[in-house]
């Protein structure tokens, strides 16, 4: 505003001047009072015309310097410069309005990408993540979105990370993950302000596929279960009734067929056995949660972990927490859980090994020194009916992912090539 100050020295020199001639009364006394009359008139036409027009063009470059677009400009009293303030003041409202319509889109998008189940992350120029939304911090394994911002993916250890950073715009990429989770990675860009972004797409499967599993397998066990129940019962009861007849007989030929008919009937009673251990799989009772100390739940059920590895000369520890976690868990199903993950790396270590059980704050591990599990069948361990061992029916870990779904919890297993330990860990 120098103008203005110059202007306002001007006008306080002429102020002085009219007060000298008015005190000292010079020659030609009325001469210089019409000279200094004019002159003044002269200045307030040109304050009018000139200093108010120019002082609230400057005002209006400090507003929008200052990105101020709620002030207005005040009229000036002049006809020309009336049509630059309105000009100025409408230009100021569209902005205003433009501004208002714009952080209302943005707040919208923040709600429907914080509140959409695929995750979404987004890079800066960098490289590094920017925006992240909760469903990809759940879905990278991270504990919080600060985790992960300003990061780069490829430094994470997560499966999902390492896949997308490998991605180039337009790829895609399915991940499966050794808790039987099923993401569909995906890269795009988009532009903003001109500059070209990368952003990334992550898409669960693993719950429609779960889903059409579950009840692709509850119909064929529930009708395979009937059918040989049915049939199984009659058959029993008959060879029973014949195992009776040829009991009562005394010849050596008699007591072969006695035997052989025993035979049938204890193979059908393991044919029952075989089919109720499935039957029992789709029959997992609802959830009855409690609050409890998972370092209290461990420490109750040590006894009986402690005697299922004894007799293989296995060593069971813990390492708990020092203060109480609380969590809420069905019991028994739990107890269930439990008692399987420590089976399995019992079977897995077979003679001479250790078993820890862990806690942490929001985590269970169960860590053994057995054989492992290979990288092959780290995607596969918990779908239906899949096993690594000879004989096994794929039931146990089947049924502890299907109690650790239902109760909302995150698990995982896996070996550590490093140092060759296997880890069952959960989540809460």
């Not at 107890?335 to 090994?353: F, H, P, R, T, W």
């Not at 919890?409 to 070996?415: G, I, N, V």
């Amino acid at each position: 505003m120098k103008f203005k100050k110059v202007f306002y020295v001007l006008a306080l020199i002429l102020l002085a001047l009219l007060v000298f001639t008015a005190v000292m009364r010079p020659p030609l006394y009325w001469w210089y009072l019409v000279l200094e009359a004019m002159a003044a008139a002269f200045m307030v036409v040109t304050y009018f015309s000139l200093v108010r027009p120019v002082s609230a063009i400057l005002l209006g470059m400090d507003l929008l310097k200052g990105q101020d677009f709620s002030s207005r400009l005040a009229k000036v009293g002049q006809l020309d410069t009336e049509k630059l303030v309105e000009l100025f003041n409408n230009m100021m409202m569209q902005i205003k309005n433009e501004r208002v319509y714009r952080q209302e889109q943005y707040h919208f998008m923040e709600l429907m990408i914080n509140a959409s189940p695929s995750g979404i992350i987004v890079l800066d120029l960098e490289g590094r993540v920017a925006l992240v939304n909760p469903s990809a911090v759940k879905m990278l394994d991270a504990d919080s979105a600060n985790e992960l911002l300003r990061t780069n993916l490829a430094d994470r250890k997560s499966q999902p990370a390492a896949t997308l950073a490998t991605l180039s715009p337009g790829d895609r990429s399915t991940v499966r993950m050794a808790d039987s989770r099923v993401y569909r990675c995906a890269c795009q860009t988009f532009i903003d302000s001109g500059v070209m972004r990368r952003f990334y797409l992550i898409e669960s499967l693993a719950d429609e596929m779960m889903k059409a599993e579950k009840q692709a397998y509850e119909k064929v066990i529930r009708v395979i279960a009937h059918e040989v129940n049915n049939t199984s019962a009659g058959i029993s009861s008959l060879l029973e009734a014949i195992g009776g007849i040829f009991a009562t007989e005394a010849g050596d030929a008699d007591n072969e067929m006695s035997d052989a008919v025993e035979s049938c009937r204890e193979r059908i009673e393991g044919l029952n056995s075989f089919i109720s251990s499935y039957a029992n799989l789709v029959r997992i009772p609802p959830l009855h949660l409690d609050a409890m100390d998972i370092n209290s739940f461990v420490r109750h059920n040590l006894p009986f972990l402690e005697s299922i590895c004894s007799g293989a000369g296995i060593t069971l520890t813990t390492r708990l927490h020092t203060e109480p976690i609380a969590v809420s868990l069905d019991r028994v199903l739990m107890e269930q859980v439990l008692v399987n993950v420590v089976k399995n790396a019992k079977e897995s270590i077979g003679s001479d090994g250790s078993i820890e059980i862990a806690t942490a704050p929001g985590k269970l591990i169960v860590t053994d020194n057995g054989a492992g599990i290979s990288p092959e069948a780290e995607s596969h361990i918990f779908s239906p009916f899949y096993s690594t061992k000879p004989s096994g029916q794929g039931l146990g870990l089947m049924v502890t992912a299907e109690v650790l779904r239902r109760h909302g919890f995150r698990f995982s297993l896996a070996t550590d090539r490093a140092t060759g330990l296997t880890s069952f860990t959960i989540k809460f």
